[in-house]
């Protein structure tokens, strides 16, 4: 694939939706923070460093930063505000503490250790942080630094239109409060509205720059609070196991439950609150949860928040209010909150921009932010794809099943249909002529006699089943218990002209069942030649592989992280295997020790998410200790961090970046758009792939084009010109997940 840097004297410039941060010298390096290490052990000496932690947790959420008048860093004479980090692992690395101590030693030490203890936490020997330091640990508790002065900032300049929540170790969460006139929420309904929800989070990359990249998605809320839909009786109560979300604090999402732990009114004493009662506990810990708690009744019961893997938490019913789910609501609902959600490229830069406007300065006087969005200078371009790959519709699959290549049995087939057509003859009629269409199809690329006798066998053979077409109501109930009955199952549904809501029922039915459930289009002219894929892949064969070899042709591209049936490919793309030894996915060392297995000698890791240190070193200790030569090793993280935006000179307009635009971001980092328009809950901007070279001696654009020639090939079928949002190497297969595909009606 060629790539070639854009003229400057293009009308269209692009930036990221992220702000510069800069050290307020001429250098604009970033300053040193000066911190103290904390440490508290029990009386017998043994460190408690995860009791401190909690401790400073809970303490720092008591603070009523409303009444501050300073910036966290220039508060205090320019010393700062007390601001807390913790280095390396969360809850077991060294506990920091920057600027003007307000908390108590003794105090720390008794909600740490409880009401008896006589020990004190002790300070350390200052020190400068940077994030220059070589030690990952100590760069991670300068950006948490950084993301708490932020936070604190933004609880002062935000408060009255979004509630602030921390996020990982250096991002904070803004969710629009549902303010009259606030132009960060839209109401859809009576009962849905749609909550702007922007994510800034601090990064410090491997050139000690750091930035602040601001990304704009959405919530769906319902207006009403848990206590007011149980207190209304024209409302039903939500059902137990509803998705609810906490208000006026820290976002936590989960499910409710009506059991009263304990017996306890939301006004009574709690042992586990140190003598607090709900009310107060909240009132005093969390500033923005008096007004919500101003009608509440001491003597009304708690409800319970159940996250996983967490003990349940009890709750006054007034700081929790139903998630709404998209697949639950009518289509009348849904199309006005795609409306809502889609936008354009300039509403996105408009809220954006708006965001950062109301932030202001929350680094000053130490460091400032920059008050536009960074620029990508070096910008480049690569080919669209269709000339990148083989295989189509029109030539058949670029990898034919062999007769011999199925060794274990297929998963089974199903053929689902309305039971409208059950005693008719049109059934059987639609199954001859699916059987002869894909046969012709079969001919028509010059398949093989073995592999055309298999893939007829295979239809012909095709389980049916029927289900109540009736409604969309009961064709959803019956299509969710087949897909239930049979996972990991292929199920062909054709549609109706005459019942529209087939699709939808088929939709949302594989929705609930799975979420890695995939649901296929095949139904338009080219249906046979779609279906003849599904069934070429369950046969071993591939659609799409890449016309050109993307390594070296006796060497494999292994993808890795937590995900279930992660392919290895062969130097074009081809699935040769995929892994499904982990239940859990693939840890890089995993990933090469399977490739030991196999006897690679060659291969280049594409992995899921961001690498840990010691899974590298152990996975390349590994490597060279077999002879293995890891050519390349590349973190492709999928998570929002941002959106490019391109602004086009000759219309004065903001627009969405072509599919194929990529950027450095430094000499080992890159940001790329591997998908065209995005209109779901996206404000109408595609999410970009963040691209990190971690390994090897290959570069950071070979690496990107690696990612961006396997993002446009597939194992069953892909349309003309498009592609998928991330490469082949990281699209994992759940061996319990069900395909659906969708074909034409019956003619």
């Not at 919500?292 to 349940?312: F, I, K, N, T, Y």
């Not at 982990?582 to 006897?599: C, H, L, N, Q, Y």
Request: proline fraction near 5%.
């Amino acid at each position: 694939m060629q790539t070639h840097a854009i003229a400057n004297d293009k009308p269209t410039i692009h930036v990221l939706t992220s702000y510069a941060v800069r050290g307020t010298k001429e250098d604009g390096a970033l300053p040193s923070l000066r911190v103290v290490p904390l440490t508290l052990s029990d009386n017998e000496g043994k460190p408690c460093v995860q009791a401190l932690w909690s401790a400073v947790r809970l303490m720092r959420e008591g603070t009523n930063v409303r009444t501050m008048s300073e910036r966290p860093f220039e508060a205090n004479g320019g010393r700062g505000t007390e601001l807390f980090a913790q280095a390396g692992t969360r809850d077991e690395g060294e506990v920091l503490r920057f600027g003007v101590a307000t908390t108590s030693a003794r105090d720390l030490a008794l909600k740490a250790l409880g009401r008896g203890s006589t020990r004190e936490v002790m300070e350390g020997t200052p020190f400068d942080l940077l994030p220059s330091f070589p030690a990952f640990e100590k760069r991670v508790a300068y950006a948490e630094i950084l993301r708490e002065s932020l936070y604190e900032h933004a609880l002062r300049v935000f408060e009255d239109m979004f509630d602030i929540s921390r996020v990982g170790r250096s991002g904070i969460m803004l969710t629009s409060k549902l303010a009259r006139g606030s132009w960060a929420w839209t109401a859809v309904s009576d009962a849905v509205a749609v909550l702007d929800q922007y994510t800034l989070d601090v990064e410090i990359d491997d050139e000690n720059s750091a930035r602040v990249l601001c990304t704009l998605g959405h919530e769906l809320r319902s207006p009403l609070s848990v206590r007011q839909i149980l207190d209304d009786p024209s409302l039903m109560d939500l059902p137990e196991g509803a998705e609810v979300v906490a208000l006026g604090g820290p976002h936590l999402q989960g499910q409710l439950s009506y059991a009263n732990i304990g017996g306890k009114k939301i006004g009574e004493p709690r042992e586990d609150l140190k003598g607090d009662s709900l009310l107060s506990y909240h009132r005093n810990r969390y500033p923005a949860r008096i007004a919500l708690l101003e009608h509440a009744r001491e003597s009304d019961e708690c409800v319970q928040l159940v996250q996983p893997g967490r003990p349940p938490v009890a709750y006054p019913a007034e700081l929790l209010s139903p998630v709404i789910k998209l697949h639950n609501l009518d289509a009348n609902t849904r199309d006005a909150i795609a409306s809502t959600c889609a936008g354009m490229p300039s509403d996105l830069q408009r809220r954006v921009t708006a965001v950062r406007s109301m932030l202001g300065q929350p680094f000053a006087p130490l460091m400032n932010l920059d008050e536009r969005m960074q620029r990508l200078d070096n910008q480049f371009a690569v080919s669209s794809g269709a000339d990148t790959r083989r295989g189509s519709l029109d030539t058949g699959p670029a990898i034919m099943p062999l007769s011999s290549s199925q060794s274990s049995p297929l998963p089974p087939l199903y053929l689902l249909l309305g039971r409208s057509m059950q005693g008719s003859e049109a059934a059987v009629k639609y199954v001859e002529h699916l059987v002869k269409d894909v046969e012709s199809t079969l001919i028509d690329w010059n398949a093989s006699e073995d592999v055309i006798r298999a893939i007829k066998s295979d239809l012909a053979s095709a389980e049916i089943s029927w289900y109540d077409d009736k409604s969309i109501g009961s064709a959803r109930n019956d299509l969710a218990q087949a897909f239930r009955a049979s996972r990991s199952a292929t199920f062909l549904i054709p549609l109706s002209t005459q019942l529209p809501f087939v699709e939808a029922s088929a939709r949302q039915a594989g929705s609930r069942v799975s979420y890695a459930s995939t649901v296929r289009w095949a139904a338009d002219d080219n249906d046979a030649k779609r279906i003849c894929f599904v069934l070429i892949a369950r046969h071993g064969g591939q659609a799409t592989v890449c016309r050109d070899a993307i390594v070296p042709e006796d060497a494999y591209v292994v993808g890795a992280g937590m995900k279930p049936g992660l392919p290895i490919l062969d130097a074009f793309g081809r699935v040769i295997s995929r892994q499904h030894g982990a239940p859990s996915g693939a840890t890089i060392t995993s990933a090469v020790r399977t490739s030991i297995d196999a006897g690679l000698k060659k291969i280049s890791v594409h992995h899921a998410g961001e690498s840990d240190e010691d899974d590298i070193r152990s996975a390349t200790e590994l490597a060279h200790e077999n002879d293995v030569s890891m050519l390349s090793l590349v973190d492709v993280l999928e998570h929002d961090f941002g959106r490019v935006l391109g602004w086009n000179k000759d219309t004065g307009s903001v627009v969405q970046p072509d599919r194929g635009f990529w950027s450095p971001l430094g000499s080992n980092d890159a940001v790329a758009v591997t998908t065209g328009m995005e209109s779901n809950l996206a404000r109408g901007v595609a999410r970009p792939l963040r691209i990190r070279r971690r390994l090897g001696d290959v570069d950071i654009a070979s690496s990107v084009n690696q990612i961006f020639r396997l993002c446009f090939v597939d194992t069953h079928f892909l349309k003309s010109g498009s592609s998928f949002r991330l490469p082949l190497s990281l699209r994992s297969i759940d061996p319990s997940s069900i395909d659906v595909v969708l074909v034409r009606p019956p003619r």
